[in-house]
Nanobody, 126 residues
Framework: VQLQASGGGLVQAGGSLRLSCTAS????????MGWFRQAPGKEREFVAA????????YYADSGKGRFTIARDNAKNTVYLQMNSLKPEDTAVYYC????????????????????WGQGTQVTVSS
């Protein structure tokens, strides 16, 4: 499975960005998807996850109420809508996939996922 992330950029605090991650896998709907981020000098941390069916989502506390994960299985794409961005959201954001899994599965740890995208830089200026 190949994952291609896009949508990062430079935004002012309070602004929004939408990240996209497109997968090469034709059975995309059987894969749970996640977003992680890694800031300089820090470990990679979980941001959000979504089950293969899209019916279950899960967020890290840092993004609750500001970030929304969604997927379009017809387009093999998962999205991360980020609103009210803060300077501490600055990081490289990675999408991850694992499957085939049951439609309700999602993972919140990096070790849950076998496939990773290349990362997209998000920079939030104060």
């Amino acid at each position: 499975v190949q994952l291609q992330a896009s949508g990062g950029g430079l935004v002012q605090a309070g602004g929004s960005l939408r990240l996209s991650c497109t997968a090469s896998e034709s059975t995309f709907s059987t894969y749970g998807m996640g977003w992680f981020r890694q800031a300089p000098g820090k470990e990679r941390e979980f941001v959000a996850a979504i089950s293969g069916s899209g019916g279950i989502t899960y967020y890290a506390d840092s993004g609750k109420g500001r970030f929304t994960i969604a997927r379009d299985n017809a387009k093999n794409t998962v999205y991360l809508q980020m609103n009210s961005l803060k300077p501490e959201d600055t990081a490289v954001y990675y999408c991850a996939a694992d499957g085939p899994r049951r439609s309700s599965w999602y993972g919140s740890h990096a070790y849950d996922y076998d496939y990773w995208g290349q990362g997209t830089q998000v920079t939030v200026s104060s």
